[in-house]
């Protein structure tokens, strides 16, 4: 199994630009999340998917952020316009099915590591 | 008052010590509990779950005291790649959506 798989691995960028991760759940498992980790603020969560659809959104920062999951194998974090303060390391995790055995064991994925200018 | 409380170190010790991290938490409904181990710029990635009666795996054992509403992990033998953050996480239910991750608590093992 090649994990959760996540994109960019770094980025750079300017503020006010646009960005957009991505990230592939493991095979199989169908609820995926969108962490973000700061010295600060340790790791918050920001969303998270049961079967493609977005059951708590309360943890996204504000309108700037946006995620996605259109199918059970893609799901994108964007964030527009970016600024400063949004820099920090996304992580994306998938779990197994809400209530299946091992439901709350999180895989992670390398992570994001995002520097807005 | 946090969900979930750490230490966050750093805990410096030797090689061959034994060292011992707790965690607390506020929510008595909580369910599961897990320590997540995370070096350095990588992912978190799960060490090991609590249960009630306490379990071992190696030179880590893991336990739970749900009247103090606490959990601890305990390394015997450290070895210098034991260096990591630990984190623990709490869930309130089955699903993994409700966890809630801790601090983290910073450990050097060193020669």
């Given amino acids: 199994d090649a994990g959760v798989i996540q994109s960019p691995r770094h980025e750079v960028t300017e503020m006010g630009q646009e960005v957009t991760l991505r990230c592939k759940p493991i095979s199989g498992h169908n609820s995926l999340f969108w962490y973000r980790q700061t010295m600060m603020r340790g790791l918050e969560l920001l969303i998270y998917f049961n079967n493609n659809v977005p059951i708590d959104d309360s943890g996204m920062p504000e309108d700037r952020f946006s995620a996605k999951m259109p199918n059970a194998s893609f799901s994108t974090l964007k964030i527009q316009p970016s600024e400063p303060r949004d820099s920090a390391v996304y992580f994306c995790a998938s779990s197994p099915t809400w209530g299946a055995a091992g439901a709350n064991v999180l895989t992670f994925g390398a992570g994001s590591r995002l520097t807005v200018l | ?111």
Wanted: proline share 5%.
């Fill in chain 2, 1 to 111: 008052r946090k969900e979930v409380e750490q230490d966050p170190g750093p805990f410096n010790v030797p090689e061959g010590a034994t060292v011992a991290f707790n965690c607390t938490y506020s929510n008595s409904a909580s369910q599961s509990f897990f320590w997540y181990r995370q070096d350095c710029r990588k992912e978190p990635k799960l060490l090991m779950s609590v249960y009630s009666s306490g379990n071992e795996d190696g030179r880590f054992t893991a336990q739970l005291n749900r009247a103090s509403q606490y959990i601890s992990l305990l390394i015997r033998d450290s070895k210098l790649s034991d260096s990591a953050t630990y984190l623990c996480v709490v869930s309130f239910n089955t699903n993994a959506g409700k966890s809630t991750f801790g601090d983290g608590t910073t450990l050097t093992v060193k020669p």
